[in-house]
Nanobody, 128 residues
């Protein structure tokens, strides 16, 4: 059994950066490949990045902006995704996936990229 825990999601303005991290623990010998996917409500999951036999690959929509790195320790594998020049269309729930003996998924982490537009404002008055 493999457990995947993602972290690092959040809210960022367009053009900003975020770094997602996925930590895999458990039966690490069961893992032959790791991936990042993302999903927008009502749409199918989209492959963002993957690494197989040490070779990284990326979805067309993120090439040149996202980069993934992998590190291995005795008890865990860390698979990070550095995201730069984020766009509103990158907004999604990002899932870490490990494949091999079985297909394992993390719980997902929300990434929200705002366009940076300002609202009209709202007055707050505190009376004495």
């Amino acid at each position: 059994q493999v457990r995947l825990v993602e972290s690092g999601g959040g809210l960022v303005q367009a053009g900003g950066s975020l770094r997602l991290s996925c930590v895999a623990t458990g039966d690490l010998l069961c893992i032959s490949a790791m991936h990042w996917y993302r999903q927008v409500p009502g749409q199918s999951r989209e492959l963002v990045s993957g690494v197989n036999s040490g070779l990284p690959y990326y979805g067309d929509s993120v090439k040149g902006r996202f980069s993934a790195t992998t590190s291995r320790a005795s008890s865990q594998i860390t698979y990070d995704l550095q995201m730069r020049d984020l766009k509103p269309e990158d907004t999604a729930v990002y899932y870490c996936n490990a494949g091999g003996c079985n297909d394992f998924w993390g719980q997902g982490t929300q990434v929200t990229v705002s366009s940076g537009d300002w609202g009209q404002g709202t007055q707050v008055t505190v009376s004495s």
